[in-house]
């Protein structure tokens, strides 16, 4: 199984939205509503964000959301802010019982 | 609270096998809603998904690793392991253990992982 594409980074000032997308097929990302997102900073363990696709966690701030269209899953931050400058990663459970992340997108708050 | 931790030798020689151990405390291990997984993370790279087990042993490995990956369980010690075989310095990497929540296939719990170092 080949890794969900993802953009190496994502870039944007304080207060607007940047989108990641994360790519897979159809045995992935389109197979199932299982698309999770990952925050991580460096030399920490990651962090869930959303789950199923577009579900928050108790305690992760409203300003994240998920979303999915065929093959490719999308993770939306509004009103940027300095704390949400991390890695984050895609992940899919897959038609094979197993599990598949992306290879991860530097998010810069500029 | 669940957490988990990982433990194990931080640098290890190219040898036959690897050992790591993830200790589950909050929870138990057979409690049967979760699967429990590993990933690794090479330097300065992205996650990578190794495999997870249920607790009666059923497991599933990653495609590109399964021919050197064991995972087990021993719910008497609400603990599971990871056993890499023929490790060389590409499998160094911080290792972590995470459960995962069956009905929504995420990884919500993770350990805070454990470095190690492959080199002779």
């Known amino acids: 199984q080949s890794a969900l594409t993802q953009a190496a980074s994502v870039s944007g000032s304080p207060g607007q939205s940047i989108t990641i997308s994360c790519t897979g097929t159809?045995?992935?990302?389109?197979?199932?509503?299982?698309v999770s997102w990952y925050q991580q900073y460096p030399g920490k363990a990651p962090k869930l964000m959303i789950y199923?696709?577009?579900d928050r966690p108790s305690g992760v701030s409203d300003r994240f959301s998920g979303s999915k269209s065929g093959n490719t899953a999308s993770l939306t931050i509004s009103g940027l802010q300095a704390e949400d400058e991390a890695d984050y990663y895609c992940?899919?459970?897959?038609?094979?019982?197993?599990?598949?992340f992306g290879g991860g997108t530097k998010v810069t708050v500029l | 609270q669940v957490q988990l931790q990982e433990s194990g030798p931080g640098l290890v020689k190219p040898s036959p096998t690897l050992s790591l151990t993830c200790d589950v405390s909050g929870v138990s291990i057979s409690s049967g809603n979760y699967y429990w997984s590993w990933i690794r993370q090479h330097p300065g790279r992205g996650l990578e998904w190794i495999g997870y087990?249920?607790?009666?042993?059923?497991?599933s490995y990653s495609p590109s690793l399964k021919s050197r990956v064991t995972i087990s369980v021993d719910s008497s010690k609400n603990q599971f392991s990871l056993k890499l075989n023929s490790v060389t310095a590409a499998d160094t990497a911080v290792y972590y253990c995470a459960r995962v929540n069956i009905g929504h296939s995420t990884m919500r719990v993770w350990g805070q992982g454990t470095t190690v170092t492959v080199s002779s």
């Open positions: 159809s045995s992935d990302v389109g197979a199932y509503n299982y």
């Open positions: 199923d696709v577009s």
């Open positions: 992940s899919s459970y897959t038609s094979s019982s197993t599990f598949v």
């Open positions: 087990i249920y607790y009666t042993g059923s497991t």
